[in-house]
């Protein structure tokens, strides 16, 4: 009997243990199960850990990132962080549910995140951050009991952040921080009592900030909200947070004052509040938080006097007061400050002098701005004390007195900028010292006109590293040394205005780096030197105004990276060198003022682009020549004073563009083209003394010209106005005479007649289109100005949220209207984009020089010091087509459609292969193109995308895309080509005919807007379309209907995943203009 009870016994315990074997075999192949679907899910391992290491032939804790429990054998640990893995999440993962810390940091994960993550109820760390992760943040992921840090950030996510967020009574730090978040920030409804560190920087958040949301947060220690939309005022339950440590709201739209509150802050160490609407005097409250490193209020509406408490704070290393309205002296204390590292006091109302001591006790001072105030006095020679510092910019104030020989002590300086004062160097002796300066990139002195001397040659010794010289009005005189050549590294060379003699060394041709030469207002002799000729990536000649002689080097035209040749004011003889017409993205020419000869150029047709050419007071004889009709952009043309013959040409009624005409003094003759008529944008003309005859137009803009016009011509007649002639009307004196004239003029006008009735329908349909050619350069490139920080902060009402046309992963753009009524576009990139954009204003002055009609004109720049970058852009009314694809009060017809596809196409073959500088835009969607008063489209954004040169066609960089439109090969492995620009252009196309987002909510797992369209394209085309699609083409919508199914074929076309097999952008141009004659063959067009 007992036998049997030990037996039963016995084998209960091994039921069990069997049991328990086979639960615990089961639940950890649940878990190995969840991890093989990760697996497949990857479709890029640049490092083979999965593939070789993750197999069911090895136990899976043993699997590379994966970490077991000991006591139930099951997965705790998933860390996959750096692996530069590729693919997308499984909802699987949700079967972790022993899950406690999931990190897949640092790869290229995309797609939308799964909702089965809110099963993983044991989970405390989830970081998914820098990877391409797009969709919304799911509201269950609040249902995550033990999380504790949750970080998104650098990602692509996008819609509201979840209230649900803050009901995670555990979580102690959250990063979402750098995506594409909006909507408000949610209330917190209960105490959180862990939460130490919120991060919300770089999304577009908008409202206010809630005013009790600190009431629950006693232990926040880090907030940032910075680079949002966020208005409203600074909430005072902010100041209940005694354990702050870091505030960082900068870049918003933030008004009223700095509550005094902020005193109470007593662990608070850096504020950063600069780039917002505050006004008022700072707290003297502030002066009492013993701890602050960094102090940035910056760029904000703050006035008064700075407090001389400021210099209680022992432990200050970053002081930015740049940019307000604040007046009176500096405090010496300021200076006594040994922890600075930077300051930063310009763009204010201060004035006063600088104490004598300043630079004794600033060890640690880095960066150091005073510019744009109204400061006084000597150059503080001590300065040289100040070891550390990189950067020194004095510009724009009126200090006198010589500069120190002694500023080579500073071994680190990199900018060095004294430009706009009153500061002397007698024989600029302070260069001698500065060549021990070995990183010094920028040196700016220009517009001291007390320096004076000659420039030494031992400049040559100066930095190799030096990237800009300039010393522009100073009364430098001598000649520029040949030593200069050595300067390897140099972009650009400024000596204007000065008393130069000489001949221009010929060992500037050396500087293969050199971009811009401006050399105008001196007495420079001899020629041009061929040598120059080998500058391969010179944009900007100037040389105007000099004393220069001999011929124009024809080895000129090899510089096809040349935007500006300026060589007025000067002595060149001969003719015009018929090589320069090679240069075809040639902007501006000014050849005015010399003594040069013979017909001008056949082939000038061939400066397609060019937009203002003056060739006035020379000696060129024969007829204008017909090319000259090609000049679609010219906005100013001179031949005034020359020795020109023959008529005017007819086709001069084709330069719609021209707002400046200058012809006079010559001898011309035949009477004046009625088709200039047609030049509504024409605001100056002048035809004087010439031999012209006939009646002078009175149409266009003729009604606005006076007699200095066509004064000097005496066969002229026309309105009394004018103190011309009255016109006289022959009279025709037979019946035979009459019968005669009948015959020439009838005859050829029936003729006429009958062939518009063979072609008026290709004729009605060209008229809209060739209307929209008619377009206005809002500001000729020639006269352009630059634009102040000031100027754009009024013209914007202080970039003002109402002003705010949009935002996106490289900045915001605001409408500004400045003082003189014209309206454009300004685009102010993120703070963090700046390390992108070395030689800021020389790269966009050659961004600026490309031009197409399809292309938004870059129309200016703006950069103030190294934390303030804009573009100042053509404004266009009618939004973009995101706008009228999704607005209730907005619908394109097929047709508009169209049209706006091959606007968009054509942008991009200008860019791919019609300009020197081969570009590719990189971020093609709907919000990048923008719509004028007559539908014409525009790219934008082209000139923030990476510029390639002619021998790359295909590199790697890290250049900002949308998720969504980005080619497969740009999303894995980072490739940039032209074909990844032609499959962002067939996403465009699809989106543009269907109405549907790629990023739309249908489209998740395996299904894509590629896919949807290539499976609906043959069967169901009426729920593929846009229902507004037909809206407009009038009774035969099967014409209509092949016209759509023509452009969707185009857009898959583009999207194939190979580079090599999508169509070159030319292909897909003519495709398009050969859909749109077929449509017009077929319908008529409701214009």
């Given at each position: 009997m007992g036998n049997t009870f030990l037996s039963l016994a016995l084998l209960l315990i091994v039921h069990f243990s069997?049991?328990?074997?086979?639960?615990?075999?089961?639940?950890?192949?649940?878990?190995?199960?969840?991890?093989?679907?990760?697996?497949?899910?990857?479709?890029?391992?640049?490092?083979?850990?999965?593939a070789t290491n993750w197999s069911t032939s090895t136990p899976v804790c043993n699997w590379f990132g994966v970490s077991c429990g000991f006591k139930h054998h099951r997965v705790t640990a998933l860390n996959l962080s750096g692996l530069g893995l590729v693919g997308t999440l499984p909802p699987h993962l949700g079967n972790l549910s022993f899950l406690s810390l999931l990190s897949i940091r640092n790869n290229s994960f995309h797609g939308s995140l799964p909702a089965q993550l809110s099963d993983l109820h044991r989970l405390k760390y989830?970081?998914?951050?820098?990877?391409?992760?797009?969709?919304?943040?799911?509201?269950?992921?609040?249902?995550?009991?033990?999380?504790?840090?949750?970080?998104?950030?650098?990602?692509?996510?996008?819609?509201?952040?979840?209230?649900?967020?803050?009901?995670?009574?555990?979580?102690?730090?959250?990063?979402i921080s750098n995506n594409m978040l909006s909507g408000s920030i949610p209330s917190v409804p209960r105490d959180l009592l862990s939460l130490e560190l919120i991060d919300f920087n770089y999304n577009n958040l908008t409202g206010q900030i809630p005013e009790d949301m600190f009431d629950h947060l006693p232990n926040l220690k880090e907030l940032y909200l910075s680079v949002n939309m966020l208005s409203g005022r600074i909430p005072v339950?902010?100041?209940?947070?005694?354990?702050?440590?870091?505030?960082?709201?900068?870049?918003?739209?933030?008004?009223?004052?700095?509550?005094?509150e902020i005193g109470n802050l007593s662990m608070l160490q850096y504020i950063y509040v600069g780039r917002n609407h505050l006004e008022g005097e700072i707290p003297e409250q502030i002066m009492n938080l013993t701890l602050i490193t960094t102090f940035d209020c910056s760029h904000n509406n703050f006035t008064g006097t700075i407090s001389a408490q400021i210099g209680n704070q022992k432990n200050l290393e970053v002081l930015n007061l740049a940019g307000n309205n604040f007046v009176g002296t500096i405090p010496p204390a300021i200076f006594n400050i040994s922890s600075l590292s930077i300051i930063g006091l310009d763009i204010n109302k201060l004035s006063g002098h600088l104490p004598s001591t300043l630079g004794l006790w600033l060890p640690n001072l880095e960066n150091f701005y005073l510019d744009f105030n109204n400061l006084v006095g000597s150059f503080p020679t001590l300065i040289s004390n100040a070891s550390q510092l990189t950067l020194l910019d004095m510009s724009s104030n009126y200090f006198s007195g010589s500069i120190p020989d002694n500023l080579?002590?500073?071994?680190?300086?990199?900018?060095?900028?004294?430009?706009?004062?009153?500061?002397?160097?007698?024989?600029?002796?302070?260069?001698?010292?500065?060549?021990?300066?070995?990183?010094?990139?920028?040196?700016?002195?220009?517009?001291?006109?007390?320096?004076?001397?000659?420039?030494?040659?031992?400049?040559?010794?100066?930095?190799?590293?030096?990237?800009?010289?300039?010393?522009?009005?100073?009364?430098?005189?001598?000649?520029?040394?040949?030593?200069?050549?050595?300067?390897?590294?140099?972009?650009?060379?400024?000596?204007?205005?000065?008393?130069?003699?000489?001949?221009?060394?010929?060992?500037?041709?050396?500087?293969?780096?050199?971009?811009?030469?401006?050399?105008?207002?001196?007495?420079?002799?001899?020629?041009?030197?061929?040598?120059?000729?080998?500058?391969?990536?010179?944009?900007?000649?100037?040389?105007?105004?000099?004393?220069?002689?001999?011929?124009?080097?024809?080895?000129?035209?090899?510089?096809?990276?040349?935007?500006?040749?300026?060589?007025?004011?000067?002595?060149?003889?001969?003719?015009?060198?018929?090589?320069?017409?090679?240069?075809?993205?040639?902007?501006?020419?000014?050849?005015?003022?010399?003594?040069?000869?013979?017909?001008?150029?056949?082939?000038?047709?061939?400066?397609?682009?060019?937009?203002?050419?003056?060739?006035?007071?020379?000696?060129?004889?024969?007829?204008?020549p017909i090319g000259v009709v090609d000049l679609k952009d010219l906005t100013n043309f001179s031949l005034s004073n020359n020795r020109l013959t023959g008529s005017i040409p007819e086709s001069f009624g084709d330069m719609f563009s021209l707002e400046f005409l200058d012809l006079s003094r010559n001898n011309l003759s035949g009477e004046i083209p009625r088709s200039l008529e047609k030049l509504r944008y024409l605001k100056c003309f002048n035809v004087s003394f010439n031999r012209l005859h006939g009646e002078i137009p009175e149409g266009g803009s003729f009604g606005n010209y006076s007699i200095e016009s066509f004064e000097g011509n005496e066969a002229l007649c026309g309105a009394p106005r004018l103190r011309v002639p009255t016109c006289k009307t022959k009279p025709i004196r037979s019946s035979k005479a009459r019968t005669k004239l009948i015959i020439y003029v009838a005859l050829p006008i029936a003729s006429t007649i009958l062939v518009v009735a063979l072609f008026i329908i290709i004729l009605k349909s060209k008229k809209r289109r060739d209307k929209l050619q008619i377009q206005e350069d809002l500001l000729p490139f020639g006269t352009r100005r630059r634009f102040s920080y000031h100027e754009l902060h009024q013209a914007t009402d202080g970039f003002n949220q109402s002003k705010l046309l949009g935002n996106?992963?490289?900045?915001?753009?605001?409408?500004?209207?400045?003082?003189?009524?014209?309206?454009?576009?300004?685009?102010?990139?993120?703070?963090?984009?700046?390390?992108?954009?070395?030689?800021?204003?020389?790269?966009?002055?050659?961004?600026?020089?490309?031009?197409?009609?399809?292309?938004?004109?870059?129309?200016?720049?703006?950069?103030?010091?190294?934390?303030?970058?804009?573009?100042?852009?053509?404004?266009?009314?009618?939004?973009?087509?995101?706008?009228?694809?999704?607005?209730?009060?907005?619908?394109?017809?097929?047709?508009?459609?169209?049209?706006?596809?091959?606007?968009?196409?054509?942008?991009?073959?200008?860019?791919?292969?019609?300009?020197?500088?081969?570009?590719?835009?990189?971020?093609?969607?709907?919000?990048?193109?923008?719509?004028?008063?007559?539908?014409?489209?525009?790219?934008?954004?082209?000139?923030?995308?990476?510029?390639?040169?002619?021998?790359?066609?295909?590199?790697?960089?890290?250049?900002?895309?949308?998720?969504?439109?980005?080619?497969?090969?740009?999303?894995?492995?980072?490739?940039?080509?032209?074909?990844?620009?032609?499959?962002?252009?067939?996403?465009?196309?699809?989106?543009?005919?269907?109405?549907?987002?790629?990023?739309?909510?249908?489209?998740?797992?395996?299904?894509?807007?590629?896919?949807?369209?290539?499976?609906?394209?043959?069967?169901?085309?009426?729920?593929?379309?846009?229902?507004?699609?037909?809206?407009?083409?009038?009774?035969?919508?099967?014409?209509?209907?092949?016209?759509?199914?023509?452009?969707?074929?185009?857009?898959?076309?583009?999207?194939?995943?190979?580079?090599?097999?999508?169509?070159?952008?030319?292909?897909?141009?003519?495709?398009?203009?050969?859909?749109?004659?077929?449509?017009?063959?077929?319908?008529?067009?409701?214009?």
């Open positions: 069997m049991v328990t074997f086979s639960l615990k075999l089961t639940t950890i192949l649940t878990d190995q199960s969840a991890l093989l679907e990760l697996k497949n899910r990857v479709t890029i391992d640049p490092k083979n850990v999965m989830l970081n998914f951050a820098y990877n391409n992760f797009n969709g919304v943040i799911s509201f269950s992921l609040g249902y995550l009991p033990q999380l504790e840090t949750l970080n998104l950030m650098e990602n692509q996510i996008s819609g509201s952040i979840p209230s649900s967020i803050f009901n995670i009574s555990s979580l102690q730090k959250i990063y339950s902010l100041f209940k947070c005694k354990e702050l440590q870091m505030l960082s709201i900068s870049f918003n739209q933030l008004e009223g004052s700095l509550p005094v080579g002590n500073l071994r680190n300086l990199r900018i060095l900028n004294l430009a706009d004062n009153n500061l002397a160097s007698p024989g600029m002796s302070f260069l001698y010292s500065l060549a021990s300066c070995r990183g010094l990139e920028f040196l700016l002195f220009g517009m001291n006109p007390l320096i004076s001397g000659k420039l030494p040659g031992l400049i040559g010794n100066l930095s190799g590293s030096l990237l800009e010289f300039s010393a522009y009005g100073c009364n430098i005189s001598g000649s520029i040394p040949g030593e200069i050549g050595n300067l390897s590294g140099l972009i650009n060379i400024e000596l204007d205005g000065n008393k130069l003699t000489g001949s221009i060394p010929a060992s500037i041709g050396g500087l293969e780096e050199l971009q811009s030469l401006s050399l105008t207002q001196n007495m420079l002799q001899g020629s041009i030197p061929y040598e120059l000729c080998n500058l391969n990536k010179l944009a900007f000649m100037f040389l105007t105004s000099n004393n220069l002689s001999g011929p124009i080097p024809p080895c000129l035209g090899n510089l096809i990276s040349l935007r500006k040749l300026l060589l007025g004011s000067n002595m060149f003889s001969s003719s015009i060198p018929s090589t320069l017409t090679r240069i075809t993205d040639l902007l501006m020419l000014n050849l005015s003022s010399n003594s040069l000869s013979g017909p001008l150029p056949i082939d000038i047709g061939k400066w397609k682009v060019l937009t203002s050419m003056d060739l006035s007071n020379n000696r060129f004889s024969g007829d204008i996106g992963s490289y900045g915001s753009v605001y409408q500004g209207t400045f003082s003189d009524g014209m309206t454009f576009a300004v685009k102010v990139f993120k703070l963090e984009l700046e390390k992108a954009f070395k030689s800021f204003d020389v790269e966009c002055e050659v961004l600026c020089t490309t031009r197409h009609r399809n292309l938004i004109k870059i129309i200016s720049s703006c950069t103030n010091n190294l934390d303030f970058k804009a573009l100042v852009l053509e404004f266009m009314p009618n939004g973009s087509l995101d706008k009228w694809l999704y607005s209730n009060n907005h619908f394109l017809d097929i047709l508009q459609r169209l049209n706006i596809m091959i606007d968009v196409a054509s942008a991009l073959e200008y860019l791919h292969h019609g300009n020197a500088t081969l570009i590719v835009h990189c971020d093609l969607k709907p919000s990048n193109v923008l719509l004028d008063e007559d539908m014409v489209a525009h790219l934008s954004d082209f000139g923030i995308a990476k510029l390639l040169c002619n021998d790359d066609s295909m590199i790697q960089t890290m250049t900002m895309a949308t998720v969504g439109y980005m080619a497969p090969e740009y999303g894995t492995e980072g490739i940039v080509s032209t074909k990844g620009d032609v499959y962002s252009f067939g996403i465009l196309v699809m989106e543009t005919l269907t109405k549907r987002r790629p990023t739309d909510e249908m489209f998740a797992g395996e299904r894509s807007l590629k896919s949807w369209v290539k499976d609906s394209i043959s069967s169901s085309l009426n729920q593929l379309a846009d229902t507004n699609l037909f809206s407009a083409t009038g009774k035969d919508c099967s014409a209509a209907n092949n016209c759509a199914l023509s452009i969707l074929r185009v857009g898959l076309e583009c999207c194939v995943e190979l580079p090599a097999e999508r169509p070159d952008v030319k292909e897909v141009v003519a495709k398009l203009n050969k859909i749109k004659v077929e449509i017009l063959k077929d319908i008529e067009l409701v214009l």
